[in-house]
């Protein structure tokens, strides 16, 4: 029995026109400099200069006014080096600075690829057969930043994939810090992000056991205060407050368009990307449906694991995942509990896949060896392509598999229901191997996926081009469930 494996003929390609102001900060030095000479302009002048700037960039943002005034906020530190007050300054003034201290950024410039798909909240006014869904993709721009957005699809009862078209904009979240603080599920993450233990040490024994963003604030403040002559440490200081910037909810407007969402590293542990979002729709014991998606946050050396949970994906609620399994990457989570437990996958040593139970789902020990390559087309590495997918027959557990030439394949396994510690059926040979069409781009001979999803008989997997663009692949169910069963593991 032969697979027939259809590649839709659909692609979603980066856009470059998609863009977001950014604070743009260059220097301590040139900042105070530019700020005094724009103090210095007439009102005249001022209105001359700013008012063509709002006519132009109003067509690119959403409130770019809002945007210049939030960013000249961010310069009252330097505001009182100059003695100036922020409050006497002249409204137009004030926009004048912002949009000197603001860039656009290009979220899609490089790449888009790596997707995800989950069941829309909003399944209202379709007919018999169509499926309105949520595609998450990894965004490459300038610097090879990553970042997560957003496409809405509609499939038709034929399993015809149609991408909605964007909207005219893209919004960053507002970000909100967490209130409350668990000190030692905290500095249990502290210990992993190689911070001087020593600095660790002298902050925990000034916290309660739980508290809040502004203590641990002032704290690092008051503690750099008596080592300002130490500049190492200084930095040390700082990655502890940059690690409570791990802990946020972010929030959209209603008002956007869930193309018009971006997820944007905020963090200075995030500072290089966050990559590869797996969004799973969980189902809870009570029945209640929630969204949960793991994504690896990269600072340029140091790789920490998050989780993401939103129910509406206007509001997103971040925090770090800890334990001795939520290292690396490629997690993935189940979406339900079996038998009272969390499940999750992961590759902790980046070269097999493993199985972990938790009571907590942000909390991950024990991993459990579950697969090792076994063929030639996956001997340097495998993972997980997203979140396993129930059937009546077992978990489908879409894999990848790097071989020579670091070419990636997608293939598939199948876990037993009740225990998906057991293998019960794989393909011997990749479901998806790239072609001609598919193996030039950012990174050449990859195709990678971050999630699938059943449709009409269907097993629906959107997957990344060589790192560059976006496409969708189908296979019928039954087949693969019958051909994967063929295949019980030695």
Not at 327 to 347: E, W
């Amino acid at each position: 029995m032969r697979l027939y494996i259809e590649r839709k003929p659909v692609k979603v390609n980066p856009d470059t026109k998609r863009v977001i102001a950014r604070f743009f900060f260059n220097g301590e030095e040139r900042a105070l400099e530019v700020i005094k000479k724009v103090l210095q302009f007439s009102d005249e002048k001022v209105f001359s200069l700013i008012s063509p700037i709002l006519q132009e960039y109003s067509k690119r943002h959403r409130n770019i006014t809002k945007i210049l005034t939030r960013h000249c906020k961010k310069l009252k530190k330097q505001f009182a080096v100059l003695g100036v007050d922020f409050e006497d300054i002249e409204p137009y003034t004030k926009l004048l600075i912002g949009a000197y201290f603001t860039h656009e950024y290009s979220i899609e410039s490089a790449a888009f690829f790596n997707p995800s798909i989950v069941d829309d909240p909003d399944q209202t006014d379709l007919v018999e057969g169509e499926k309105r869904v949520i595609i998450s993709f990894r965004a490459v721009g300038e610097g090879h930043i990553s970042s997560i957005v957003f496409r809405r699809a509609l499939i038709d009862a034929k399993n015809n994939i149609q991408v909605l078209p964007v909207g005219n904009y893209v919004d960053e979240a507002e970000v909100v810090k967490n209130a409350i603080y668990v000190k030692k599920l905290f500095f249990k993450k502290a210990a992993y992000a190689q911070i001087d233990p020593s600095v660790l040490e002298e902050v925990e024994s000034k916290l309660d056991d739980k508290f809040e963003y502004t203590s641990l604030s002032n704290i690092i403040k008051d503690s750099k205060t008596l080592h300002k002559e130490n500049p190492t440490r200084l930095v040390e200081y700082d990655k502890v407050l940059w690690l409570s910037d791990t802990y946020h909810t972010i929030s959209f407007s209603k008002d956007t368009d869930i193309s018009d969402r971006v997820i944007f590293p905020i963090s200075e542990f995030e500072r290089k990307g966050i990559e590869d979002a797996r969004f799973v729709k969980f189902i809870k014991e009570d029945g209640k449906v929630l969204y949960y998606a793991t994504y690896t946050a990269f600072d340029g050396s140091l790789i920490i694991p998050k989780l993401v949970q939103t129910d509406d994906f206007y509001e997103f609620k971040v925090i770090p995942l800890y334990g001795d399994g939520a290292q690396n990457k490629n997690l993935a989570l189940f979406p339900r509990k079996i038998k009272g437990k969390y499940v999750m996958m992961s590759r902790i040593d980046g070269w097999n896949n493993y199985l972990m139970f938790s009571d907590k789902v942000n909390v991950w020990e024990n991993p459990i060896l579950l697969k090792q390559p076994r063929y030639d087309w996956e001997l340097v590495q495998i993972g997980n392509c997203g979140s396993p997918i129930e059937t009546d027959k077992g978990w489908i557990v879409i894999t990848h598999g790097v071989g020579p030439m670091r070419r990636y394949c997608i293939g598939v396994s199948l876990l037993d229901l009740e225990d998906p510690s057991k293998e019960i059926g794989h393909l011997k040979e990749p479901l998806i191997i790239p072609n001609n069409d598919e193996r030039e781009g950012y990174v050449p001979n990859v195709v990678y996926s971050c999630g699938s999803i059943i449709s009409n008989g269907e097993l629906i997997i959107p997957y990344g081009l060589s790192d560059y663009s976006s496409s969708f692949a189908t296979v019928n169910l039954e087949l693969l469930l019958n051909k994967l069963l063929e295949n019980k593991p030695d």
